[in-house]
């Protein structure tokens, strides 16, 4: 016990063998092993009940056996080579059946191996969507600057003046979103230090931006959406009824979770409305009127080894702790919490019961005993628990309704549907046995007792189910994550009925209820055992109509098998995993995903970001803040690039207005370009990264990954901004310089100040100060890409404090967007600084000019934004409207037809079967 295995064995002698093997299949329950029994080669190896692997942990027993496999042979050797990375940069070359390849061949590698290397350089063809999008697009504004910076020397005929060079290099700059790569980082900064506050560490920064694309979760069960502790959930006494723990996060704790009873029984509970028929109860009040209660609790006490007490662990305050087997803790936090602690009732200065023998638990017997003597009637008592099979073999009467009756056929029949309907929520059975008077112990009760002698004619007093509950904000979790647009996959190494029981608790699967009007075709497939997936071949898996929900006995190949699936569909995967079983999947997701609290420190090296809690919930938490980052970065890019259009276009037209010499002016100088770039820019665009998520984040399905950033409304928002801001800057710098002027436009106002250039300066104010508020005004105006600007003020309940307060909610662009509008006087009216720095002139009627300007591009927003929800309202399909009463159907609704026979679909998501 407690070796490590140094090879894969093939067992043929065991004794009492277990092993851990939670590094291979994730569970957590130690593995009995049998070597009496066949598998063949498609068992996945949680399965193979014959065979112990590598690196594996011996928790019981001894074994002898033949190695059939060791180092990179062994399955822990399958995991290590699978989270190898080759590093090849060079593509395969075709060959032809008999392996050999063409000078064509030969010569198509080398040119997509130098593409690839070129691209690489480049980063379009490497990263994250987002990445490989912006990468491209710098590529293009490069080579549109160059063209920008050729135009403006054409049209002053390549005058090698310098300042024609400098305004050529300012209109070039002007193009690039100088800006971005500082926001990027910035943004991407912030949402790491964000998640960290929900329970979510990032280890790669690209993960950020790919969590807002995510479309399929693929999640372990164990410790994830479950709470990784075994407890009980139901208990059934015959003729009495059934006993059911509520749900917890202290499952260690007897005095957190209400105990309902209702007097049916557990095979009728599916059938009946289980929540009127059952009620409330005191577990404490509860054994003293009931006899029967008495008898079970008494060996669900007694034979059991775990304790449960409260105490002080390190020094800390005063908690329940529990040691021993994590089904007998289970066992014994149940009957604690109707005070029928076995440190209780056999410990201290007046026990009530005194333990004469105990019978350990056998693989071969699947049960243990124990003989107690009631220090009072001084009878002596067996109390057996165990496999329901093997305990109802050595009972002969059961107690039902306080009277003992012979254990017949039907009655063994009665009892193990009852196991079967606990079996099938997804329930470890126990029963639980006892007889009294037993007689027959030798007075030396360290000398060998035939247990067989003892463990015979008992009384059967009822079964105890036990499971690894969920987390209670798992299910929750799962169907905003439905909401979201986004397929919840379970993943785990336990067995196909347990995991089909939690699945459906936690919303992964329909209910029992909405199961049987799913088509038939989908229905067959949403729970698999990982032996059956794996049979398939990938044109198997890539023709069924839905990859399964549910995949139980999973091995690493199963779980990057699923993935690699997915991605063949065009999704987007988060995967996740705490073990070394779950290392190849993660490296394989888009983002892997790993257990901070109980996760294996391979798992955690593979992942992409960690969970400090090892909650399902903070998945959650991590897609929304991925989302909003994505949306933030769509804002400050959309920022950026709609004012670059309209000032780098209104740059280029303003080529064709003359001065007097024949020289085309300036609209702006690139010092003022310069400040719209770095300042006001910067700042504001910056602040858009800090923008909260909206309300609806979590209710609209993933972004495309086939657009990214670049969606079509994105495209349009661009264009329509732009020509927005340069009818207003044009339209401004235009009235000034043509409407109100006589006198022309000056010579050489470029370069230098003279009083003939009073106008052409006077247009740059003028141009310059609409084209900042503009700027300024568009950031706040993105704060949400359709609702106006004035919603707060406007829609129902709405009020002014309510718009301020929404203002406020994000001080860093206040504050941005105040200040660069503070800093516009001072370089309009400080004598040097305007005439030579920015080479434009103190401005007053103008003022009347600019305020049009600026109310035409705010108003031409506040119209096209709601051109938008009018157009969405009438569009945008059901399944993303707010309003989603019935998560169930709207998840599952597009698989359901409305009867039970699975003929043919009529339902739609969003609409009623």
Not at 81 to 90: F, N, P, S, V, Y
Not at 763 to 789: G, I
Not at 795 to 800: A, I, L, P, Q
Request: net charge negative.
């Amino acid at each position: 016990m407690g070796d490590s295995v140094p090879a894969d064995i093939r067992l043929f002698e065991v004794s009492n063998f277990e092993s851990n093997e939670a590094l291979l299949t994730g569970e957590s329950l130690p593995v009995r092993k049998n070597p009496t029994m066949q598998f063949d080669d498609g068992t996945g190896p949680g399965d193979r009940l014959n065979v112990c692997y590598s690196s594996t942990i011996v928790t019981k027993g001894r074994g002898r056996g033949v190695v059939f496999a060791t180092g990179a042979y062994t399955e822990i050797g399958a995991i290590a080579a699978a989270l190898k990375d080759t590093g090849r940069k060079r593509r395969e070359v075709k060959r032809d059946d008999n392996g050999k390849a063409s000078f064509v061949s030969h010569l198509t590698k080398w040119l997509l191996t130098t593409y690839d290397v070129i691209g690489e350089f480049l980063g379009v063809n490497v990263g994250t969507p987002l990445q490989r999008k912006l990468s491209q697009l710098f590529l293009y504004v490069f080579g549109f600057a160059i063209v920008c910076a050729i135009i403006v020397l054409a049209a002053n005929k390549f005058d090698p003046r310098k300042d024609v060079i400098i305004y050529a290099v300012a209109t070039a700059v002007g193009t690039l979103p100088v800006s971005l790569i500082l926001v990027l980082t910035i943004t991407m900064a912030a949402g790491t230090k964000q998640m960290v506050g929900r329970k979510v560490v990032v280890r790669n920064m690209q993960s950020l931006e790919a969590l807002g694309g995510v479309t399929n979760i693929c999640s372990d069960k164990t410790g994830t959406l479950t709470q990784g502790k075994m407890v009980v959930r139901m208990a059934w006494l015959p003729g009495h009824g059934t006993y059911s723990v509520e749900s917890t996060n202290e499952p260690y704790n007897p005095q957190v979770g209400g105990i309902e009873f209702t007097p049916l029984q557990p095979t009728d509970l599916p059938a009946q409305d289980q929540e009127a028929k059952s009620h409330s109860i005191n577990p404490h009040d509860e054994p003293d009127t009931n006899e029967a209660l008495k008898h079970y609790l008494d060996i669900a006490s007694l034979a059991n080894l775990a304790v449960v007490e409260k105490g002080h662990k390190d020094n800390g305050p005063e908690e329940w702790l529990v040691q021993g087997d994590p089904t007998e803790i289970a066992i014994q936090v149940f009957v604690t919490r109707f005070n029928w602690n076995r440190m209780s009732l056999s410990s201290g200065p007046s026990p009530r019961w005194k333990q004469l023998a105990e019978f350990p638990f056998d693989s071969e017997v699947k049960k243990m005993s124990v003989v107690f003597q009631n220090t009072l009637s001084k009878d002596t008592h067996i109390f057996t628990k165990g496999a329901v099979e093997r305990v109802l073999g050595s009972c002969v009467s059961m107690e039902e309704s306080g009277r003992i009756e012979p254990l017949d056929e039907p009655a063994k029949e009665t009892i193990l549907a009852n196991m079967e309907a606990f079996a099938r929520l997804g329930l470890r059975v126990l029963a639980l046995a006892s007889r009294s008077p037993v007689t027959g112990l030798p007075e030396d009760l360290s000398s060998a007792i035939d247990r067989s002698e003892f463990e015979k004619d008992l009384v059967f007093r009822g079964l105890i189910g036990i499971y690894d509950p969920p987390r209670p904000e798992t299910r929750d979790s799962v169907q905003m994550c439905q909401k979201a647009g986004i397929s919840v996959h379970m993943l785990t190494g336990d067995h196909p009925e347990t995991a089909r029981a939690i699945a459906a608790e936690v919303a992964i699967i329909p209910s029992p209820e909405r199961m049987r009007m799913v088509r038939r075709d989908i229905a067959d497939t949403m729970v698999m055992a990982a032996h059956d997936f794996d049979h398939l071949s990938d044109a198997d898996l890539d023709a069924m109509p839905e990859l399964p929900l549910v995949v139980a006995r999973c091995s690493p190949t199963t779980k990057v098998r699923m993935i690699e699936a997915l991605h063949r569909r065009g999704r987007y995967v988060a995967m996740t995993g705490d073990g070394v079983n779950d290392s190849p999947s993660l490296k394989h997701a888009d983002v892997g995903i790993a257990m901070g609290l109980n996760g294996s420190d391979v798992a955690k090296e593979s992942s992409d970001i960690i969970l400090t809690d090892d909650n399902f919930a903070s998945i959650l938490n991590a897609i929304e803040e991925g989302r909003r980052i994505f949306d933030n970065i769509q804002k400050f890019i959309l920022h950026v690039l709609a004012a670059n259009v309209a000032f780098v276009t209104c740059l280029l037209v303003g080529l064709s207005f003359k001065d007097d010499s024949g020289v085309s002016i300036f609209v702006l100088t690139p010092v003022e370009i310069i400040w719209m770039l770095l300042v006001a820019g910067a700042f504001t665009e910056t602040g858009l990264g800090f923008e909260q998520a909206s309300p609806d984040i979590l209710r609209r399905p993933p972004q495309s990954l086939k657009y990214g950033v670049f969606t079509p409304e994105f495209l349009v928002d661009l264009v329509v901004y732009g020509i927005l801001m340069l009818i207003s800057i044009l339209g401004s710098s235009v009235i000034v310089l043509y409407g109100f002027n006589d006198q022309g436009l000056g010579h050489d106002c470029n370069s230098e100040y003279s009083t003939s250039c009073d106008t052409v300066f006077t247009a740059r104010s003028t141009a310059f100060t609409t084209m900042t508020w503009d700027f300024l005004l568009f950031a706040w105006q993105l704060v949400d890409f359709r609702r106006s600007f004035f919603a707060e003020i406007f829609e129902k309940g709405g009020s002014f404090k309510a718009w301020t307060k929404r203002l406020w909610k994000n001080p860093f662009l206040f504050w941005s967007v105040t200040l660069s509008t503070v800093l516009i006087p001072p370089t309009l009216y400080i004598p040097v600084i305007n005439h030579v720095v920015f080479m434009h002139n103190p401005i007053t009627w103008e003022w009347a000019v600019i305020f049009i300007a600026v109310g035409v591009f705010f108003a031409g927003a506040e119209g096209y934004k709601w051109a938008k929800r009018v157009y969405f309202r009438r569009t945008v399909a059901k399944e993303f409207r707010k309003d989603i009463t019935d998560v169930e159907l709207y998840a599952f609704g597009r698989y359901m037809d409305g009867s039970e026979d699975g003929s043919e679909s009529n339902c739609d998501v969003g609409k009623k079967c």
